[in-house]
Structure formats: C-alpha cells, structure tokens
DNA sequence: TAGATTGTTAATCGATTAACAATC
DNA sequence: TAGATTGTTAATCGATTAACAATC
C-alpha cells in the first residue's frame, strides 16, 4: 500500500504550527492542547489534530501536546535541521536583496554564490559574495554541491534557467521568485512565488472592504 | 439575497489567468476556448468557465472567449486600473528592495515613502526617496492619501505596527512580509506572505523527491 | 444548418468539522 | 478513579469535475 500523498493545504498549514509552537517555547510554555492551540493559529482542533496524525500522533490523551517535542517533531518533517546550499540567479534589486536577507543563514540556508548576466554588475560586491557571471552556474553547483536555486531573473528568461537548473544532478529544489509558474518534475520541486500575484489579490481584496 | 463571496481559491487563480492572458495579447491571439485556457494554465476548462461566471459570463457559445475583452474584464475585477499609494515600513534589505522593485510602479503602486525607526539610516537616500523617521508615519498618510501599507518590520514589532495602521481612516490595504499572520478586519484586509514559510514548503516538498 | 463551446446544473471528490471511544 | 484530551471514524461542507442543454 502506497501511503498517501499529504495535500498542499496540510503541508502549508505545518509552517505555520511551527511558528506558534516556537513562540510558545520562548515564552516557556511547555504544554499545550489542541483546542489551545487552535486558539492561536486559528484552525479548528480537530483540524490541527487531524494534520498531525498525518505524520504519527504525538500528543497524550487526556494531557495534550509536549511543546517541546512538537517542535522537535515538525523541524523533524519539514526537514530544516539539514543545512542547504543555495545559488541566486539573478542580481538585480531582489536577488540582491535575498543574498543580503541574513535572516535565512539563520534557517538552514546557505547561499554559496550569486550570478547576473549583466556585464556592468558582474564581478561587483553583494554581501560577503561577488556577483559572478552566468556562464559558471553549472560549475558552481557540481562543486559546491548546492541543492537550492533561487530565480530572481525577469520572467521572460526564468523558464528556460529553471529547465538547465533541473537538469543539475544536484538541485531538487527551485524557488522562483519571477512571475511564471514553473513546473517541477520528479526529481525538482518548484516553489513559485509571485509578489505580484500577491499584490493582484490584496488589490481584489481591498475592493470587497467596507469604503473602499 | 445577499451576493455569495468569492473563495479564495478562485481569487489566487485570477491573477494567473490575467498573467496567461496578457501573454497571449503579446503574441497577437485574440480568441482562447476554456479548453485552450485550460492547456495553457493548468487548470481544467470546466474549472475556468466556472470561475469567469463568478463574474458574470464574458464567453460566447460556439466561439469562445475574446482575448482583449477577457483582459478588460479580469483588470477590472482585480481593480488594478486604479493608482494606489502606498508607504513601506522598516528600511532593512527587504524594504529598500521592495522600494527598489521599480516593477510594482508598473503595476498600480505608487510608493511615496519609506520608514525607519533606526537613526543610523534615517535621512539616508532609498531609490527616489528619503528614508523618514517612524513618528511620521501617521501624518505621512493623511497628506499622502495612502491606502496601501507594506510591513518589512522584524517580526516582534509588525503585529503592533499593523494594529495602527489599520486605524488610520485612508488604509486599506496591509502587505505583510514579517513572518507574522496578521488578521484584518472590516475595513482592512491584510495580505501575509511569509517567505519563511514558503522556505518551509520548499524543503518539506524536496524531502518528497526521489534522491534526496 | 452543423459544429463548437459556453453557461449552468448535477455528480464526484476531497477537505474540514463533529463526534466519541480509547486512554493518559 | 474522574476529568481531560487525544486519535480516529463518521458526517458535513465546499470545491472540482463531468455532463449537457442553450446558443453563437
């Protein structure tokens, strides 16, 4: 018996269990209910019970969750304990601004490299990398064993790098931040984040609001 | 009787819709069947058709849909037309790119003002303006007729930061960048995008792939 | 007219919620 | 033991897909 894929809507809802449990540990809580739980993130207990025992209950009946070990847990499925190399594709405001976002050291990834195809930034400074040219992403990546590309190209030349980049023996994962939805395959998943998507539907949002 | 709302699921996919529309315009076609639509975005065509007549039905029988009035139609509905100011909150790497993203001015935001609360970097040149101090951020927004305000705050301050906002009478509109889900109301609707989160996503979807 | 494709209703599928026996 | 809360099954709800009459 095949075990059953998890859906999207349970995978997007683990970060976010993350997040809570993580705050909750700060505040030295080590001991929470479902019910409490849903409380704080939103969701129904039921939901919240419903997404764990996806992954194995670790809860205790009649006592509730160990804050601790959840979040032990849930580092555990998501897989961040691991670190990961990672290249930028892409040196323009955004790319620049992911190689410069410190804040995902402290996660698990590590960018190792950022490239550009324009002649006039390349071999400038960005963070503690130098902007390199483009025609080095295949070497780079075999020797630097980098796992995580991350597209920050205009979309127009964003499909084309992703099918190269698929074909690294070591990437198996792209996060696209140019507005194109990729494909991913067997092998790569594609993670597409479009802020102008984003923007479209707090646009579309804004105009069902009271006034405006 | 009261107007169903829109689910959000449909709403996410309108702007997919209106990126492969546009894309059809630039290469001159002018007439797309559900079918075609469907190809080309991944969707079912039963899928699109069912979620055009949410809007009113823009197709006609037998040939289809008109490429430039399904355009029209789809602006219209996510409200892009419109100009809408906006100002940025926290001038770290993330707000200075966001303020360097000359693509949203393309779109329908105008930003007319980043702020700090760091008197290192208040008064030092972003882009086109100057970053300000904090304390103005309320009359900025009175004499600017802001409707739309994008948190890149670190994430301690950002919950408390959009609770202001959200009483300032012309705001509208919060886009959220700090890992916190903020919740709107009424008046306003806040649109999160943790790219923590979506950094989580990535790495749980790749432990999923074969090799890794 | 005949063919194509919509708009819309009905059927199916999947996700969320409710309920409750198991048990800490 | 009694109370609480899980894990899990069943019921409900909503979203997607299929089907087809309407009609261009």
């Known amino acids: ?12 809802r683990l970060p976010k269990y993350l997040r809570c449990i993580s705050e909750l540990l700060e505040e030295k809580i080590f001991r929470i209910s479902s019910k409490q739980l849903g409380e704080l993130t939103g969701f129904t207990s039921s939901q919240i019970r419903q997404d764990f025992n ?11 969750y160990d804050v601790q070990a959840l979040y032990g847990e849930i ?7 691991k670190r990961r190399n990672a290249i930028i594709i892409g040196a323009g405001n955004l790319g ?17 490299a950022i490239f550009d195809i324009d002649e006039n930034i390349i071999g400038k400074p960005c963070c503690d990398l130098v902007i390199k040219d483009q025609q080095y992403i295949d070497s780079t990546i075999d020797e630097e064993n ?9 979309k127009e030349v964003a499909s084309e790098i992703a099918q190269k980049l698929m074909n ?4 198996h994962g792209i996060w696209n931040f140019a507005p194109v939805d ?4 067997d092998k790569v998943f594609v993670e597409n984040v479009s802020l102008v998507d984003s923007l479209y539907v707090l646009s579309f949002m804004m105009k069902q609001k009271r006034n405006k």
């Open 1 to 12: 018996m095949k075990k059953q894929a998890i859906s999207m809507n349970v995978v997007r």
């Open 96 to 112: 620049q601004a992911i190689a410069n976002y410190s804040g995902f050291r402290e996660y698990f990834l590590d960018i190792k």
């Open 168 to 171: 690294c023996p070591s990437i």
């Open 182 to 185: 990729i494909k991913g395959n």
């Open 146 to 154: 980098i796992s995580i590309a991350i597209i920050c190209t205009p």
């Open 75 to 81: 580092c555990e499925i998501l897989a961040i304990k």
């Open 54 to 64: 996806h992954f194995g209950g670790f809860g205790k009946q009649g006592y509730g």
